[in-house]
């Protein structure tokens, strides 16, 4: 089958297959739409079965990223990378700077960030070759403190924002307080998003495969600890994906007690089918790249010279656009994940045609 044919293809613009012998660099770059802006999307270094695997991986995700920037109101299009290795045996400096070559062989159309597999010091030796990358400089937040290129704290800032509004619509409430909670996985962004949670004194339940993660759940936020085959059907009013991706499936979902899911996680739905699942089931669905957008407004903001405030400020509006789709998807009788595609293409074909104007 050739790239063309792939049924994850969908209308990508370029996709670039990049190999360096000397550091066994073997990469693929997808990117998907440009028609907003200059394609951003994270680097992920993954130890794939085969070449078709990653490109399944990189297709998928891109598209996913136009989705997400044109619903977070950024000049941004779509774009993602995958690089075939072992993240903890084959990343070495060389392998990273061959990738940062292959990046700023793409003329700045694509932007690379941290993902699954890379951290910041690793995007460090990609800037090494490549002034195309985001999320390693240092930034001011609006209370004065320093933080590194980490995009989590402001995924699950956005998550927070997002969630809370989720819960006002589903639940009539405005207030978390004795608000049930289950979070499924509590990495980098989970955690923070437990913080959050715990501060404005929802009563929370946890689940990870790493045991330290979940015990210092339990320590700092008096979290219950639920096994992770058993965190979606927990007795809790909200279940929060913040694992991988397609936790809501047709068996998940029929075992779900929650009335909201709101959560971090990319590709929740294990298929689009799922979102119309849980609208009949009366379950209030956060779209996946609509509420999980906090980070690469964060990483994008360095582009212009990071403000603190602004990326607080559309953080913040991730709330609006969500209210947005339940106003919409409550008016049409539409499953909420339906309408956030359909918004994101909307914004897309007015900009294609406001440029050929
Ligand atoms: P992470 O790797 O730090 O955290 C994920 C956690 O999930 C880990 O602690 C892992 O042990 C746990 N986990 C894995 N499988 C599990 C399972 N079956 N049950 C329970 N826990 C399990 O990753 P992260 O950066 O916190 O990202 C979490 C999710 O949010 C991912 O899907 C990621 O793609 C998405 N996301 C992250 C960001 C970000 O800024 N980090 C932005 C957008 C989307």
Known sequence: MSVFEHPEFRGHERVVFGHDPDSGLRAIVAIHDTTLGPALGGCRIWHYADGDEAL??????????????????????????????DPQRDKTPELLRAMGRLVESLNGSYITAEDSGTSVADLR????????????????????????????????????VGLHATVREALGRDDLHGLRVAIQGVGNVGYHLARHLHEAGARLWVSDINEQSVARAVEEFGATAVEPERIHAAEVDVFAPCALGAALSRETIGEMHARVVAGSANNQLATDADGERLRQRGILYAPDYVINAGGVIDVADEHHGYDALRVRARIDAIADTLTEIYARAHRDGLPTNEVADRIAEERLRRSAHGAAA
């Open 125 to 160: 030796h990609l800037a090494e070759t490549t002034r195309y990358v985001v999320g390693i400089t240092e930034k001011r937040d609006e209370n004065g403190e320093i933080h590194s290129g980490d995009p989590s704290p402001a995924t699950a800032r956005g998550v927070y």
């Open 56 to 85: 399944t991986d990189v297709l998928r995700l891109s598209r996913g990223m136009t989705y997400k920037s044109a619903m977070a109101g950024l000049p941004l299009g779509g774009g993602k990378a995958v690089v075939i290795a």
